[in-house]
Each structure stands twice: as C-alpha cells, then as structure tokens.
C-alpha cells in the first residue's frame, strides 16, 4: 500500500509538470507569444527617421468620413467578427485600449512595421522594417490577405482573409477608430 502512495504521489507530480509545460507552451503555438524575449522599443526619433525621407500622406487627415451608420456598423463587424478580421481578439485599436496579445493598431497608417511599444516582434517582421516596410492601406491590404507569405515565419498565427471587400472594411474601420 506504501509504494501504491508512493507511485501514485510521483504520478500525480509528473501529470502537474506535463500540464505545466503544455500550458506555457500554448500561448506560443496559438497566437506565437513569446514572454521571455526582448521587447522592442524604439524611440520617436527613430521612428521618424525611418519615414522622413518617404513622402507618405496623412492618411488621417485624407479620410473623408462620409460614411452612412450601416457603413460604419459594417467596418466594426468586419474588425470584430472571428469570419472577417479576427483582429479585435489581439489587437487594441483605440489610444486608451489596454494592451493584449498582438501591437495597438492605434494610427499605424504611415509608421513603419515593428514598432509598437512593449511588443516582442518576430526577426522577420524587424528585419522588414529594415527593409523599409511602412504600414500603408496597400500593405495593410496584402499583408491580412496572407500574412505568412507576405512577412514569412511572422507570429500571426491566422490565416489571411481571402475577401477584398472584407479587408477594405477593416481598413476603414483603422482609419476612422485612430482619427
């Protein structure tokens, strides 16, 4: 009976340890979360210096809201339904928005990829911000098209969304949500 105990006490030790690991490792598989590495921080001054010599509109200031309210209602279930964007799920979208799993999209139009405080980015995305990519409507548009072959070995873990319609939806709802 003694040792029943005894296996029974380690058993139930390595079951512990076994769910331990999965349970670490899922945020990782699911939604590429990495919560020991580095985050990336880049001051405003490299910021712009990484656009300055790009001649990129306000695109903000270009949006002209001439929206109807289905319109509107359309663009935020577009951003907000698991169909459309998945976006809403890691994404914080509002300057006051709380951080979640992925960067704030909060006036991302014009910035340059990868660089959104307190985020660790995948070497991939850094190294496109390197390149020179700049976070425009077009990008934006190809990259939730199909982020892995736009940016591969990146941490979105979705696929892209196949419908135009669906994306251009989403792009207005970042242009009016960030104004």
């Known amino acids: 009976m003694r040792s029943y105990f ?3 006490r380690a058993t139930h030790w390595l079951l512990v340890v076994i769910l331990f690991a999965v349970a670490s490792y899922l945020p990782y598989l699911i939604f590429g979360a990495f919560p020991f590495a580095t985050q990336v921080n880049l001051s405003e001054d ?3 210096n990484l656009v300055k010599e790009l001649d990129l509109p306000n695109y903000y200031d270009l949006h002209i809201d001439q929206a109807t309210e289905e319109d509107k209602l359309l ?3 577009a951003f907000d339904s698991w169909e459309g964007g998945k976006c809403r799920f890691c994404h914080s979208l509002r300057e006051d ?3 979640r799993m992925a960067p704030s999209l909060y006036r991302i139009l014009g910035k340059p990829a990868a660089v959104g405080e307190n985020f660790t980015y995948s070497q991939s995305l850094i190294e496109m911000r390197n390149n020179g990519l700049v976070w425009t409507p077009e990008t934006i548009d190809a990259f939730i098209s199909d ?3 736009y940016i591969p070995a990146n ?3 979705l696929e892209g969304i196949k419908d135009p319609e669906t994306r251009q939806l989403i792009i ?3 242009i009016r949500e960030s104004q």
């Open 6 to 8: 005894i296996n029974a």
């Open 46 to 48: 490299k910021i712009e």
């Open 75 to 77: 663009e935020k279930q």
């Open 97 to 99: 928005d709380r951080a």
């Open 147 to 149: 982020p892995e072959n």
């Open 155 to 157: 941490r979105m873990r």
């Open 172 to 174: 207005n709802y970042l």
